[in-house]
């Protein structure tokens, strides 16, 4: 089956450990996205790649870290100069080049304790 | 940047009526602009999307409409059924290489009671 997986479905840290989520596709697509989900709110951008080795911030990056080695994957750190970290977090890619449609992954709720 | 707004940020209509969501944009180059489902504990999945250069478009009971002069779109669900309760989603993007890099509104709690 082709789509994003995301792990864990839940995680829990003390406060002030950085956590990495895990965000991996096998959609062959060029782009990946990260965004972040409060209760009751819409979601926001807080990095996305474009193509290997390329990064940019989003909207809310302080306090978070990525890398994009290889295609298929674009994991999240958690650092904890995020004061507020406690949220759903959700990988998306999409083809780039044009082509629209972004795909989501399940998420990853992140309890900070 | 480009803000969404979103409205109402509840709706709840009895099995058969019609929904409509609202969305307004404010960056004038924004000329993507998809709507995604989401349901409880899961990730977003897109339902139905516009691009700037058409003003509406219809998949079965879903349609969503677009007005670049006023930047505002809508999302209208004709006969609703009870699977149809999820939270959803307005956005926009600037397209280019990044359709993905998304503005989201507020969503909407929209419960279709049986």
């Known amino acids: 089956d082709g789509g994003i997986t995301q792990s864990p479905k839940y995680l829990f840290r003390k406060e002030g450990q950085n956590v990495t989520l895990s965000c991996e596709q096998n959609l062959n697509h060029d782009a990946m996205y990260w965004y972040r989900q409060d209760p009751g709110q819409g979601l926001r951008l807080i990095y996305y790649s474009q193509i290997v080795n390329d990064f940019q911030k989003g909207d809310i990056a302080e306090g978070y870290s990525v890398s994009r080695e290889k295609k298929e994957s674009f994991p999240l750190t958690v650092t904890s100069a995020q004061k507020n970290p406690t949220a759903f977090y959700l990988c998306?890619?999409?083809?780039?080049?044009?082509?629209?449609?972004?795909?989501f992954g399940q998420g990853t709720r992140l309890t900070v304790v | 940047g480009e803000n969404v707004e979103q409205h109402p940020s509840t709706l709840s209509v009895q099995e058969g009526d019609s929904a409509v969501i609202k969305c307004t944009y404010s960056?004038?180059?924004?000329?993507?602009f998809p709507w995604y489902k989401q349901e409880l504990g899961k990730g977003p999945q897109l339902i139905i999307d516009i691009r700037s250069n058409v003003g509406e478009k219809k998949d079965q009971r879903i349609a969503v409409t677009l007005n670049k002069t006023a930047k505002h779109f809508s999302l209208h669900i004709t006969e609703t059924q009870p699977e149809d309760s999820a939270v959803y989603f307005c956005a926009a993007s600037t397209g280019g290489t990044s359709y993905g890099k998304l503005t989201f509104g507020q969503g909407t709690i929209l419960t279709v009671h049986p």
């Open positions: 960056d004038s180059a924004s000329n993507y």
């Open positions: 998306a890619s999409s083809m780039g080049q044009g082509k629209t449609e972004a795909f």
